[in-house]
């Protein structure tokens, strides 16, 4: 199966733990973009790549968080002295920019719990 | 206040019941994806509409996009127990960014 596969899918830190998260997109698709869905909510958008470049970042998205994709593949997702707020899922997603409709499939998640 | 809301927020049934779930906004949408999302795992992509008053149909599924674009819907002919999840409706704005409702949670009964 070549969808898009994170890791770890679940994640236990204590407070103030640096957490690092992994999405690899399908191999094709030029653009990948992060969410963060809490429960009961729809997810939220973070942060999006076209190859390697960072384009756009929510507010969300606080100091604390950054995202790389350093050579247009996989991507990381770093959170810095966690907090119980960012309890959440993780999702990344891909597409492939440039159809006429793009469309973004998902990863399974990595769940973030902050004791 | 979300961009897109999503009803009925919560929906429990029988089996073989018919059911429809809305997504509405006051924004103009290029296009409009339904996902369906199952507990501890990533939503999964249904379909996509584009075009005003456009009807796609997937099995016992009928999505529907509203003539403005600003609203679509999901009918479920004769549910069944598989079909139980979060349903998320979601659009596509200004650079290809996807807003989220925030779901509606379908539980089917034996």
């Known amino acids: 199966d070549t969808g898009v596969s994170q890791d770890p899918r679940h994640k236990i830190t204590k407070r103030g733990q640096n957490v690092t998260f992994r999405c690899d997109p399908i191999?094709?698709?030029?653009?990948l973009y992060w969410y963060r869905q809490t429960l009961g909510q729809g997810p939220e958008f973070l942060t999006y790549?076209?190859?390697?470049?960072?384009?756009?970042k929510s507010r969300l998205l606080s100091d604390r968080f950054s995202a790389e994709r350093p050579k247009g593949s996989f991507s990381t997702l770093e959170i810095q002295r966690t907090e119980q707020g960012d309890s959440a899922m993780y999702l990344c997603?891909?597409?492939?920019?440039?159809?006429?409709?793009?469309?973004?499939?998902f990863g399974p998640g990595t769940r973030l719990t902050v004791l | 206040t979300q961009l897109l809301e999503q009803s009925p927020q919560f929906l429990s049934i029988q089996e073989g019941e018919n059911l429809t779930v809305y997504c509405n906004s006051s924004?103009?949408?290029?296009?409009l994806q339904w996902y369906r999302q199952e507990p501890g795992e990533g939503p999964v992509l249904l379909v996509t509409?584009?075009?005003?008053?456009e009807v796609k149909k997937l099995k016992r599924l009928t999505f529907q996009f509203g003539d403005a674009r600003k609203d679509s819907s999901l009918h479920i002919t004769a549910a069944q127990p598989g079909d139980t999840g979060l349903y998320l409706c979601?659009?596509?704005?200004?650079?290809?960014?996807?807003?989220f409702g925030g779901g509606t949670r379908l539980m089917v009964k034996p």
């Open positions: 997603a891909s597409s492939l920019y440039g159809l006429a409709v793009e469309e973004q499939f």
């Open positions: 191999s094709e698709h030029n653009r």
């Open positions: 790549f076209q190859n390697e470049a960072q384009l756009e």
């Open positions: 924004s103009v949408f290029s296009s």
């Open positions: 509409v584009v075009t005003g008053g």
């Open positions: 979601a659009g596509v704005v200004a650079g290809n960014m996807l807003t």
